[in-house]
């Protein structure tokens, strides 16, 4: 079983904002990172530390962490952002990183 | 631009060994601050983090999978392996290379391993 915590399914409608969560003790004192993947393909890093974007990510995509949950928000969900999303720390130990089960993400 | 790529048999035996290396290319492999790991999706499942090793060759675990992996580098190449044993049909996934850095931001395109007779 995961130390991380996701809901299975969200969906937003198009142009809507979105919030997608991960629960975990860990993330009371490590930063998620989230990752978005399409079928087929390898994920993709979409946020990572406090509410950092690799190059190249759109600035609809935004993070942020309160307590012992992390969040992936989309702005303005666009058709492409429908796919997984997976949040990944470490786990409680410090000593090894988990992923989070997954969110599925249809956008309407 | 960092490149990532897996290879290795796409079938192996249940019982037997895994063994699969990722080349990395753009970029050397003993670069300070960077951990180089294994990451799996079995068919139609989540991700699952297997472990990495540190560029000063500390390696970490995913505790569920500790006692039947070992990642290591051979610097010569620019490579990292990874060996899983005693493999079920449980192991069959896509395997995928990456580098860590905290956050995971290079991926290989992963390669498919079935454990079957």
């Known amino acids: 079983s995961s130390e991380l915590t996701q809901d299975p399914a969200v969906s937003v409608a198009l142009g809507q904002t979105v919030r997608i969560t991960c629960q975990g003790d860990s993330l009371r004192s490590y930063y998620a990172s989230w990752y978005q993947q399409k079928p087929g393909q390898a994920p993709v890093l979409v946020i990572y530390g406090k509410n950092n974007r690799p190059s190249g990510i759109p600035d609809r995509f935004s993070g942020s962490s309160s307590g012992n949950t992390a969040s992936l928000t989309i702005t303005g969900a666009q058709a492409e952002d429908e796919a997984d999303y997976y949040c990944n720390s470490r786990d409680s130990s410090g000593n090894s990183w988990v992923f989070g089960g997954g969110t599925k993400l249809t956008v309407l | 631009q960092l490149q990532l790529q897996e290879s290795g048999p796409g079938l192996v035996k249940p019982s037997e060994t895994l063994s699969l290396t990722c080349t990395v290319s753009?970029?050397?492999?003993?670069?300070?601050?960077?951990?180089w790991g294994w990451i799996r999706q079995p068919p139609g499942k989540g991700l699952e983090w297997i472990g990495s090793i540190y560029y000063s060759g500390s390696t970490y675990y995913n505790p569920s999978l500790k006692s039947r992996v070992t990642i290591s580098v051979d610097t010569s190449k620019n490579q990292f392996s990874l060996k899983l044993s005693s493999v079920t049909a449980a192991d069959t996934a896509v395997y995928y290379c990456?580098?860590?850095?905290?956050?995971?931001?290079?991926w290989g395109q992963g390669t498919l391993v079935t454990v079957s007779s």
């Open positions: 990456a580098r860590q850095v905290g956050a995971i931001d290079y």
């Open positions: 753009g970029g050397s492999i003993s670069s300070s601050s960077y951990y």
